[in-house]
């Protein structure tokens, strides 16, 4: 079942994964909250992150969404002033509580950036630094990694006979499906997506959307997005976040088209229809 890309974007020949069906949880989110310097951001917040689902994440701007995207691969810890309490339940172990090995973690749970940030190489060394990084010591297997990556993002046509060229020469949204095939490279089993499409002209936007789509089933996705038509196209679960008093909350979670058709809460309600936010 492979969708139709509008000329002149090709993705490549990826079998589109089963769509979610029974969720079975890939992420337990228990009583999550987060602080910066002391101050609450983000107070106690429970979801599940279901298994080859895509689930969306909206809300006003500075409710949290990001900081809360970022604690599910400890990214957090990065900012010296932030803490984090709750649980983070993932393959049997609390990544809150237990000791975990980031770099493996992060190997498990990618993480694809706002802005296209590729590293300033070529494109070829995009990819090959992260699985030398990650101990993937034979070139033929870093070969046939690279190139399935970049052909799973549909820039293998694209790029194919200019791997050595500087990925900062190519197109924005180039750039940012060459951040996406940097993050698939390592065959993550949850690929976090911050506002992947924000910086992007419609164009793009609309192939970098495709590709979200054809990572169903294959990929646990997580995507915090401004955009409620794309969560709505995209997601199959979405969670509305909110800010009561300065600290960011999650309203509502649920399956995606029951938040936008039938919310249950009247903030919801009003959140997605412009009333409010
Ligand atoms: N490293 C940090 N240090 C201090 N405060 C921070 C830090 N990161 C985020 N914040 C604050 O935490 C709050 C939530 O920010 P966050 O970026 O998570 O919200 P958001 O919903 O993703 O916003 P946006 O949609 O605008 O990206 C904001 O008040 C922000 O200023």
Redesign the pocket.
């Known amino acids: 079942m492979n969708r139709q890309i509008p000329s002149p974007y090709t993705l490549g020949d990826v079998a589109l994964g089963v769509p979610c069906c029974v969720p079975e949880a890939h992420l337990q989110v228990k009583d999550v909250s987060?602080s910066?310097?002391g101050?609450k951001?983000?107070s106690n917040v429970s979801l599940d992150i279901y298994k080859g689902c895509i689930t969306a994440l909206i809300?006003?701007?500075?409710?949290?969404?990001?900081?809360?995207?970022?604690t599910l691969n400890l990214l957090t810890d990065h900012?010296e002033?932030?803490h984090v309490t709750g649980q983070l339940l993932f393959d049997d172990q609390d990544l809150l509580r237990d000791p975990v090995d980031k770099l493996k973690l992060r190997r498990r749970i990618g993480m694809v950036f706002q802005n296209p940030n590729p590293f300033p190489l070529s494109i070829w060394r995009n990819l090959e630094l992260p699985l030398k990084e990650h101990g993937v010591r034979d070139r033929k297997t870093r070969q046939v990694k690279i190139e399935q990556a970049l052909k799973d993002v549909g820039l293998w046509d694209e790029v194919h006979d200019r791997l050595a060229s500087p990925a900062l020469a190519l197109s924005g949204g180039q750039q940012q499906r060459l951040c996406i095939a940097r993050a698939l490279v390592l065959e993550p089993e949850i690929l976090l997506m911050?506002?992947p499409c924000s910086a992007l002209d419609p164009i793009a936007s609309g192939v970098v959307e495709e590709l979200i789509l054809r990572l169903r089933g294959r990929y646990t996705v997580v995507i915090?997005t401004?955009n409620l038509a794309q969560a709505r196209r995209l997601a199959n679960y979405a969670g509305f976040?909110w800010m009561t008093e300065?600290v960011?909350k999650l309203v509502e979670f649920g399956q995606c088209r029951n938040l936008f058709e039938t919310p249950i809460h009247a903030l919801t309600a009003a959140y997605i229809s412009g009333a409010k936010g």
């Open positions: 987060v910066y310097g101050k951001v983000l809300g006003p701007s500075g409710c949290g969404k990001t900081s809360f995207l970022s900012s002033n932030a911050d506002e915090v401004h976040f300065r960011g």
